[in-house]
């Protein structure tokens, strides 16, 4: 049974706001495995870039490249994870951290 999304009041989870992002919560996100046919480091930065606000973002990065993880990580068809962020609107932020961190664009197949 399919139900229909909620919305607004409806929902039961209600927002959160102000929470605390401390150094160890934002390295918890360089624990995260991945699946099978994901490589590591994408993974890692996909949970990072659903799971924060660019201020803890930009906290973020800087972890996960003196844990040795390789910003510019590619898919099986040549694409970035910058090449990914990059088709998002609301992106802006994080392309500035990738990209001052390092991140390029792929070459996509």
Known sequence: ??????TGKDRT????????????RIKAFLELEPPESIPAAYHILTKAYRG???EHFVRFVPFFVAAGHDIN???KDGSTFLDHVSQHRAATPYIEVLTAAG???????
């Open 1 to 6: 049974m399919i139900e229909e999304k909620k």
């Open 13 to 24: 989870q209600p927002a959160t706001r102000n929470e605390e992002w401390s150094d160890e």
């Open 52 to 54: 924060m606000l660019p």
């Open 73 to 75: 990580v590619t898919l």
């Open 103 to 109: 991140a390029k664009r792929g070459n996509p197949a």
